[in-house]
Structures are given as structure tokens and as C-alpha cells.
């Protein structure tokens, strides 16, 4: 019988990503501005002294925030852009996308959609930060979209990168009223609309 594995974080740490954890979800639910340091009191159940001890203000906590959603949805945009052609790792994007909003309840929708939205006139680093994860999304798309060009899987008439930011900025605006209407079908409306303007079979 193998020995259970021990957490090794140190207290400060575990504390650290129980606030991160707990700032999350708040801002996802009510967004940055409306976000206060007395909501993450509550939710945590620390002192605010403490949430100043791992944080220096808000402006660190929402960028640690955005840092941490960048890693984890990387991460995530990784694990379904696979398959055995360029076309399937497509189809999977398309098909891990809708299962993400799906097991979300179609709530909260893109934080990074909605920081461009909430703060793109407001906060310079915030925004920033967000156009940059939208560049690395948007990269890591065309890499896909320019090997099915190549394959012969889709349209090669137009170039990837128009491509690519046309999939980002779809998905992002299918995501959007997904979250408005709590349903799934502008999303799926918008992955079927993809297909045929790639050029995309299943």
C-alpha cells in the first residue's frame, strides 16, 4: 500500500491560494470594481490584516488573479487542443469549450472577456495583462488553424491569423450571451456557424 502524500505548502501558502481561491470566484461572480476588501474578510474569515500581509492592495490581488486564470486556462486550452489532425484538435476546442460552459452553469462567463469589458477604459495594467493572454490564446489557435490549412482540413483562402482572432472573438461573444440567456444555444449556434465558415467537417 503506497503512503498517502503529505502537503507540503507551508502555512503562509495554503493561506495565500485560499485567498487567491476566494478572490476568484468573487470578482468571476460581481467583477474588480465591485470586489471589496471587506467581501474577501467575509469570505475568508481572515483579518484584513492578513489579506495585507500576502497582498499589498487590490491592484496586486486582481493581478495575481488574472495571473492565475491565465495559467489555469492555458493549461486547460492545451489539454483539448488535441488529436490526431489539426481538424480533430479543432473539433475538440470547439467541444471543450461548450463542456467548460456547460459545468459552469452557464454563469460567470470569461473573466478575461469581462475584465476587457470592466476595466479596459479604467486600468492600463489590468487591460494590459488581459490584451496579452488574449494575444498567447490567439497564438496558440493559429498554430492549429495554419497545420489544418495545410492539411487540407479547412479554408486556406484566408490567412490564420485572421482565422484564429475571428475563433477567439466568436467563442468570446458566444460566451457572452451563453451567460446572458443561461443556455447553451448561442454558443452552439456559434461553434456550428465556425464550422461551415472554415470550411471545418466533424
Known amino acids: ?13 495554503l493561506t495565500k491560494e485560499r485567498i487567491l481561491s476566494e478572490a476568484s470566484r468573487l470578482i468571476h461572480k460581481k467583477g474588480f470594481e465591485a470586489t471589496s476588501i471587506s467581501d474577501l474578510v467575509e469570505a475568508t474569515g481572515l483579518k484584513k490584516g492578513c489579506l495585507y500581509f500576502h497582498f499589498s492592495g487590490k491592484e496586486e490581488l486582481s493581478l495575481a488573479v488574472l495571473e492565475k486564470a491565465k495559467a489555469d486556462f492555458l493549461a486547460f486550452l492545451d489539454s483539448i487542443l488535441v488529436g490526431r489532425t489539426p481538424g480533430a484538435r479543432l473539433n475538440n476546442l470547439f467541444i471543450g469549450i461548450l463542456g467548460a460552459q456547460r459545468e459552469m452553469g452557464f454563469s460567470g462567463g470569461c473573466i478575461f ?25 490567439t497564438e496558440r489557435v ?10 487540407g482540413q479547412i479554408r486556406n483562402d484566408v490567412p490564420d491569423m485572421i482565422l484564429a482572432r475571428h475563433i477567439v472573438m466568436a467563442i468570446e461573444g ?18 456550428a456557424s465556425l464550422r461551415v465558415m472554415l470550411g471545418l467537417t466533424k
Open 142 to 151: 493559429r498554430k492549429v488553424v495554419k497545420a489544418a490549412q495545410i492539411a
Open 174 to 191: 458566444g460566451i457572452m450571451l451563453t451567460r446572458l440567456e443561461k443556455t447553451e444555444r448561442p454558443l452552439k449556434d456559434c461553434i
Open 1 to 13: 500500500m503506497k503512503p498517502l502524500c503529505r502537503d507540503t505548502r507551508s502555512k503562509g501558502e
Open 113 to 137: 472577456g469581462n475584465t476587457a469589458l470592466e476595466m479596459g477604459d479604467k486600468d492600463r495594467r489590468l487591460s494590459s495583462f488581459v490584451r496579452k493572454v488574449f494575444h498567447d490564446i
